[in-house]
């Protein structure tokens, strides 16, 4: 009977861990699209930084100045994304660690994981505010790119 009660608590463990780790997967998924953007953004900046000393006249170079400056502050934006989520998954996985050792020691750390898992969320959501900040930052100078086209 012994070799049953460990059994069983792996089990339920496992059970208990099930919903952290999709929570993973979906901050996984998160970061694969940070990631594809952050590489987008840095590709236009470096763009946009040569073609600062090939323009010859000074309009053109603020305007590219003024793209760059916005390129700049969404690669920063999300930076602090990939941060935010980063942090958020590391505390997930200190949950699911935490639901292990929970079911194994005779400690009470139900509060613990609440803790947790409550700041997890609270990176989390800070991460996808920044998204969607560099997105609004995104549209936002293309929309006035637009404008300036429409001007010309």
Do not use: Y
């Amino acid at each position: 009977m012994d070799s049953i009660a460990p059994l069983n608590t792996v089990s339920a463990a496992i059970q208990l861990a099930i919903a952290p780790v999709f929570l993973l997967a979906s901050i996984g998924a998160i970061l694969s699209v940070l990631t594809i953007r952050l590489g987008r953004v840095i590709d236009r900046a470096r763009l946009v930084e040569r073609r600062v000393s090939q323009v010859s006249t000074d309009d053109a170079r603020e305007r590219l100045q003024a793209e760059s400056t916005a390129l700049w502050r969404r690669i920063k934006t999300i930076n602090w994304a990939m941060r935010l989520a980063v942090g958020s998954a590391l505390l997930i996985c200190f949950v699911i660690i935490s639901l292990f050792i929970g079911a194994f020691a005779s400690v009470k750390i139900g509060a613990f994981l609440a803790v947790l898992f409550v700041l997890s969320m609270l990176l989390l959501a800070l991460a996808l505010l920044c998204l969607l900040l560099e997105t609004s930052i995104s549209t936002r100078k293309m929309l006035q790119g637009a404008a300036d086209l429409i001007v010309d």
